[in-house]
């Protein structure tokens, strides 16, 4: 493996092919990442240890699964003991050999069962998915015609939060019938991060008093219509902020109590049995748990729908000033008049509309009208440079 890595400054781990099938190997250059432990099975590597410049413990898994459905239940049952057993950082990759949506497949068979057991893998794990970019499938068959999204990399909430910006990549396939998956957690900077409103907080108590009395406060009077909704928008926005602030340190308490309380319930069921208010307090906790958590991660996966990069031409363009350069001159194009004389049409006997149709349509638009439009959008779209979606109106 020296003359594949280059060099003699690496670590490794690896299990040994059953055949033609399997086989696992880590590697990591050890300057950067110092193994604690390991943990190895036919299907899975799992290395743990310290990465230079990070302050938590990471936890790696290499998976490759098995074809049997079986087999694969019996393996997330596994992985998952494993993960809850170790703390800090967890990022889980491989082969899955499994999909988790009926969409990750084409011209090949779903199998309910088999994506519902991965499905509850990932979520009683606490594991996030980062969206693979370009490409939608891993593997295809060597006549091309079936497709399926067998490789993924998989984390815990820990590592999304430190870095919710990382993206899944897919690289071109040249010797295997998989193409090779990178997660890259390098961090591009586009600027400040701008205000953006998560449908979660929609629901939440006093998120609507909160608008209802900033619009009420609004002094907009002497502004031009489109100045003073921009204004109205911006001290909204400041009146969320100030809710959401305080809103994260309540929920933060929230949270607090409840993992404290289900740790003594815990405590108590090593002594003796729990009684049934005690029991209905232990499924209440973990019901709000499991809120938290579920609405959570549906918000850093909002949060994380952020532009990598583009391509422009036969090119990947990564650099921030010339992925803005790209947006700007895309959008520039769509307001250019490519034809620079129009022909003149005579026709004296060409049938016009009425004087009457003819104001109708050079009216300015109503309340109503401009109201049926922005409801008629649809609640789940992505939001403005403001921040607001149309659910939010």
């Not at 092919?17 to 799992?46: P, Q, T």
């Amino acid at each position: 493996m020296s003359n594949f890595w280059g060099s003699q400054g690496f670590g490794m781990e690896s299990v040994d092919a059953s055949g033609l099938s399997g086989g696992l190997i880590c590697l990591w250059d050890d300057s950067l990442f110092h193994l604690v432990s390991s943990v190895k099975n036919r299907h899975f590597i799992m290395v743990r240890g310290q990465l230079v410049g990070c302050n938590s413990v990471v936890n790696y898994l290499n998976v490759y699964a098995p074809q049997g459905i079986p087999a694969k239940k019996a393996l997330w049952e596994e992985l998952s003991a494993l993960i809850s057993n170790y703390d800090g950082f967890w990022i889980v990759g491989g082969d899955f050999n499994a999909v988790r949506f009926r969409e990750e497949r084409r011209n090949c068979s779903f199998k309910p069962s088999c994506a519902n057991n991965l499905n509850a893998f990932v979520f009683e794990s606490g594991l996030i998915e980062y969206d693979l970019r370009g490409m939608q499938f891993t593997w295809r068959s060597d006549n091309g015609n079936k497709l399926s999204k067998l490789d993924r990399f998989l984390v815990n909430s820990d590592f999304f939060n430190e870095w919710p910006e990382a993206r899944v990549q897919a690289l071109p396939r040249k010797w295997s019938d998989h193409c090779p998956v990178i997660l890259i957690a390098k961090a591009v900077n586009f600027g400040p991060h701008p205000f953006r409103i998560f449908n979660s907080w929609l629901d939440k108590e006093g998120f609507s008093e909160v608008v209802e009395n900033a619009c009420l406060e609004f002094a907009g009077s002497g502004y031009h219509p489109d100045t003073a909704l921009i204004k109205k928008l911006g001290f909204i926005c400041g009146r969320i902020r100030e809710w959401r602030d305080k809103m994260i340190q309540k929920e933060g308490e929230f949270r607090q109590v409840a993992e404290n309380e289900l740790e003594d319930l815990e405590l108590i069921l090593e002594s003796r049995d729990l009684s049934e208010e005690e029991e209905w307090v232990m499924s209440e906790n973990k019901k709000i748990l499991a809120e938290m958590e579920f609405s959570k991660a549906m918000d850093l996966r909002k949060a994380s729908n952020v532009i990598h990069g583009l391509s422009i031409g036969d090119n990947w363009v990564s650099k921030p000033s010339l992925v803005k350069k790209g947006v700007f001159n895309f959008f520039r194009s769509k307001f250019v008049e490519e034809c620079e004389a129009r022909p003149t049409l005579i026709c004296a006997n060409l049938k016009k509309i009425s004087s009457s149709d003819a104001s109708w349509l050079e009216a300015q638009f109503s309340r109503d009208e401009i109201k049926a439009a922005v409801f008629g959008c649809g609640d789940d779209r992505a939001p403005g440079p403001d921040g607001f979606n149309f659910r939010f109106f």
